[in-house]
């Protein structure tokens, strides 16, 4: 099955940008979609198709995919982003199409 | 507004059945998928499968099989997720979560989670 591979933490300052990266093989021929899950809550979709963000979710928040590599990127990052992020990805060929990463809990120090 | 909102937490012994119910409102219920995703404590995220809510043909991820149902009642706009036989190992928090009818779709709505607790 396809395999999704994220940091498990990434700590980043306030102010700063927070890069948080999955990492599959050929990633980057699929659409990737990020989820943002605070504890107690039920996770949040942050970023869809690779790079589009719902409303709602702030500019501050972008993705990119490309080869092996996808990034969610938070930029000028506040306390209230401290929280576990998810990618996700289908993969047509596996028995558990809809793969999600094993989760990055991102700190605000 | 869009929501989902799901049944109350439970706890049950070993062995015996779990229906987690899962209510949509603010949008025609059978014009998007609803899938069903399994996070055990202190775990991530895992997609159990996802039901067609037009034909209402489920399809079940590996390791989701015979134990596992999904089922729908449109004219209530609500999703099921039974587990039979439980085990200990089924403890954990239950989330559905709308995707579109394309494959690749994002889960764009989710439900708050329902816990369930196998405990003796």
């Known amino acids: 099955s396809y395999v999704l591979t994220q940091p498990p933490s990434v700590s980043v300052a306030p102010g700063k940008t927070a890069r948080i990266t999955c990492g599959g093989n050929n990633i980057g021929s699929k659409s990737v979609h990020w989820y943002q899950q605070k504890p107690g809550q039920a996770p949040v979709l942050v970023i869809y198709y690779d790079s589009d963000r719902p409303s709602g979710i702030p500019e501050r928040f972008s993705g990119s995919n490309s080869g092996n590599t996808a990034t969610l990127t938070i930029s000028r990052v506040e306390a209230g982003d401290e929280a576990d992020y998810y990618c996700q990805v289908w993969d047509s060929s596996s028995d558990h199409p809809k793969v999600f990463g094993g989760g990055t809990k991102l700190t605000v120090l | 507004q869009v929501q989902l909102v799901q049944s109350g937490s439970e706890l049950k012994k070993p062995g015996a059945s779990v229906k987690v119910s899962c209510k949509a409102s603010?949008?025609?219920?059978?014009?998007?998928?609803m899938n069903w995703v399994r996070q055990a404590p202190g775990q991530g995220l895992e997609w159990m499968g996802w039901i067609n809510t037009n034909t209402g043909n489920p399809t079940y991820a590996q390791g989701f099989t015979g134990r596992f149902v999904f089922s729908l009642d449109t004219s209530v706009s609500t999703a099921y997720l039974q587990i039979s036989s439980l085990k200990a190992e089924d403890t954990a928090v239950y989330y559905c979560?709308?995707?579109?009818?394309?494959?690749?779709?994002?889960?764009?709505?989710w439900g708050q989670g329902t816990m369930v607790t196998v405990s003796s």
């Open positions: 979560a709308r995707g579109g009818m394309i494959i690749d779709d994002a889960f764009d709505i």
């Open positions: 603010g949008y025609t219920f059978t014009s998007y998928a």
